[in-house]
């Protein structure tokens, strides 16, 4: 059941993690959330049936630490269903999110805390570090589109990476559940954030953000012609699941954000006010790639994706 927020001098924080075969980082990414400068309250972790010795390490966690409390899903859910599933059952005033395989900085939460104001979701920029956490990008923000909050840009983009990201009980209160075929918790969360204009960002990065071959989502951009299209396919469905939902069922943006992709996927022809709507919002630049991409069939959808990628 969730709990409404109330105005609280020192607010409660919880973290949120789903893992998956995560044995050989998970202990690092515990002890840097259990050492913050602003202590948690509760660490709510869904392991996803993991195969490795991930189960047996959290176990040992929680029983040695009354914050950790663990739930293993009887089938396999995936990334999304398992952290909707460790979000709704944390408490705290605040909700953090975490990957299994970063290591957070001291003062993260006590930063974020510091300046989420009356923002409902607030992230961060990040270190990119390899397996050995040897930084390999000082700013993973500047690999990233910056949406500056704005809704409909987030209907095509993201620029909230979840690891980084702290957000308050009342933006839960207001997205959740997920509508079935969202494909990503994090934007989700952001896409919901944007629509009631409380997103925040902090210019400092505040975790290890870890790459290594068994990222869900890393910081490396799609790498084939094939995974750039599922995304693609992605967000069809993430705009349909929006729509099936009382708040987007008539939203003119998300409407508008399906036949985008809708033409992109199919490479076919848009209508005319599909390529108003993305010259509106996304500039002339970005709207002549996509005019390719739909004019152009297949071919000028690869064309783009060959020369974004040079």
Known sequence: MLITNKSIACPSVSVAIATYNGARYIKEQLDSILTQTHSVDEIIIV??????????????????????????????LGGTKSFEKAI???????????DQDDVW??????????????????HSDAFVVDTNLN???????ALK????????????????????????RKLVEKSFPIPDGYYVHDHYLALMA?????????????????????????????R????????SSDFVNSCNALLSTTVFKDNFDVKQALKYYEARFYGRRADLSVYLWS????????????????????????????????
């Open 47 to 76: 392991d996803d049936c993991s195969s490795d010795e991930t189960w047996d390490i959290l176990s040992q966690y929680a029983t040695n630490n009354s914050k950790i409390k663990v739930f293993r899903n009887e089938t396999n």
């Open 88 to 98: 709704c059952a944390c408490h705290g005033d605040y909700v953090a999110l975490a």
């Open 105 to 122: 900085l001291a003062k993260k939460i006590e930063v974020l805390l510091n300046q989420i104001g009356d923002n409902w979701l607030i």
């Open 135 to 141: 930084v390999t990008q000082q700013s993973y923000t």
């Open 145 to 168: 589109p910056n949406l500056n909050g704005n809704f409909v840009k987030y209907l095509i983009m993201n620029d909230v990476t979840g690891c980084t990201a702290l957000f308050s």
């Open 194 to 222: 944007s629509f009631f204009n409380k997103v925040n960002y902090c210019d400092k990065p505040l975790i290890y953000y870890r790459q290594h071959s068994g990222n869900q989502i890393g910081a490396s951009k799609l």
């Open 224 to 231: 084939d012609y094939a995974s750039w299209q599922a995304r």
């Open 279 to 310: 010259y509106k919002h996304l500039g002339l630049a970005k709207t002549m790639e996509y005019m390719v991409m739909t004019l152009f069939g297949s071919f000028g959808a690869k064309l783009i994706f060959k020369l974004t990628r040079s």
